[in-house]
């Protein structure tokens, strides 16, 4: 049996410039610590998905229009090359980000950008 193209939806990225402050803020309101803390990222477990904060603003910028959607994949390369023959433009290419967890972000053929994760550490829900 081939693998599935996506595995579902996962992760919510907010870009944020001060990490320290956002991941206080997220705990209270989610009433939760988060399960992933670093200085390169936080990430939170909300009910079998990820609310991720990034303070990385460089290729999005912190606001509302800077949240990404990432979508489960099991092979973060293959899943990339699969989207860009199928059209789409190169955005943020694949990347190791920590942990084994590998991002990407291409922007679908109408300008929107289309998040991938594939994270070792996350519970496949399909």
Same mark, same amino acid.
């Given at each position: 049996?081939? *693998? ?7 992760? $919510? ?8 402050? $956002? ?25 079998? #998905? ?37 059209? $789409?433009? *190169? #955005? ?11 991002? $990407?972000?291409?922007?679908?053929? #109408?300008?929107?950008? #289309?998040?991938?994760?594939?994270? *070792? ?6």
């Amino acid at each position: 049996m081939s *693998p599935k193209p996506l595995l579902g939806l996962r992760t $919510a990225i907010y870009p944020v410039t001060d990490l320290q402050k $956002a991941r206080d803020w997220y705990s209270a309101v989610l009433e939760t610590r988060p399960y992933f803390d670093e200085p390169y990222y936080v990430g939170f477990n909300v009910g079998g #998905f990820e609310l991720g904060l990034d303070p990385d603003t460089s290729e999005v910028p912190a606001g509302a229009a800077g949240v990404t959607t990432y979508w489960g994949v099991e092979d973060a390369a293959r899943t990339w090359d699969r989207l860009l023959e199928l059209g $789409a433009a *190169p #955005f943020s290419p694949v990347r190791d980000v920590g942990s084994g967890i590998r991002v $990407a972000i291409v922007k679908d053929p #109408f300008g929107n950008l #289309f998040g991938i994760i594939q994270n *070792p550490h996350f519970p496949n829900t399909a």
